[in-house]
T-cell receptor, first 115, second 112 residues
């Protein structure tokens, strides 16, 4: 079956520092990877959609300068939260989708706490 | 402003009862609606999708769609405690590799 492994599961960083999270697709080729943030208030926001061999599309209020994403092949994607502050806290989820598929397979999420 | 609105925010139903969850999009370009379920501490898992007007049934789960009003609903009959979870609705703007926009979810609690 299709799975997405996401790590780390939890991380704590000091305010102003950066942290990186990674996703590994297993059992399918992740042609596109979507990164989401689920905030403490439970809103579920799309950060960006990355498609191999295409430009990464960031949603309003999210930028490459703050959330740089790497998607070098069909099984791996990473995202970094640069200069993390309190408002960046939440559960970050990656979802992988194969070409022609209509299902997004989610990782278990990376919970970011900022001190 | 969220483009996908879900209601209610939370719902408590007795075991064996019917749970009805609602979702409305504000984007006329929507092609598909998706329902995902997220158990506490777990990743969201896809439940059902719908793109045609009408209803679609899979076991105890039924999804309705009214494209004119961009409204979809999820109904769970004979609810079980294991159905307790956050139910997320997402719309898909129809590109080949769509960007799903999720609502804030409905927290369902099924009481034994």
């Amino acid at each position: 079956g299709a799975l997405v492994y996401q790590y780390p599961r939890r991380t704590i960083c000091k305010s102003g520092t950066s942290m990186r999270m990674e996703c590994q697709a297993v059992g399918f080729q992740a042609t596109s990877v979507a990164w989401y943030r689920q905030s403490p208030q439970k809103t579920f926001e799309l950060i960006a959609l990355s498609t191999v061999n295409s430009a990464i599309k960031y949603e309003q209020n999210f930028t490459q300068e703050k959330f740089p994403i790497s998607h070098p092949n069909l099984s791996f994607s990473s995202m970094t939260v640069l200069n993390a502050y309190l408002e960046d806290r939440g559960l970050y989820l990656c979802g992988g989708q194969g070409a022609g598929q209509n299902t997004l397979y989610f990782g278990a999420g990376t919970r970011l706490s900022v001190l | 402003q969220q483009k996908v609105q879900q209601s209610p925010e939370s719902l408590i139903v007795p075991e064996g009862g019917m749970a009805s969850l609602n979702c409305t999009s504000s984007d006329r370009n929507v092609d598909y609606f998706w329902w995902y379920r997220q158990h506490s501490g777990k990743s969201p898992k896809m439940l059902m999708s719908i793109f045609s007007n009408g209803e679609k049934e899979e076991g105890r789960f039924t999804v309705h769609l009214n494209k004119a009003s961009l409204h979809t609903s999820l109904h769970i009959r004979d609810s079980q405690p294991s159905d307790s979870a956050l139910y997320l609705c997402a719309d898909d703007r129809g590109s080949a590799l769509g960007r799903l926009h999720f609502g804030a979810g409905t927290q369902l609690i099924v009481i034994p």
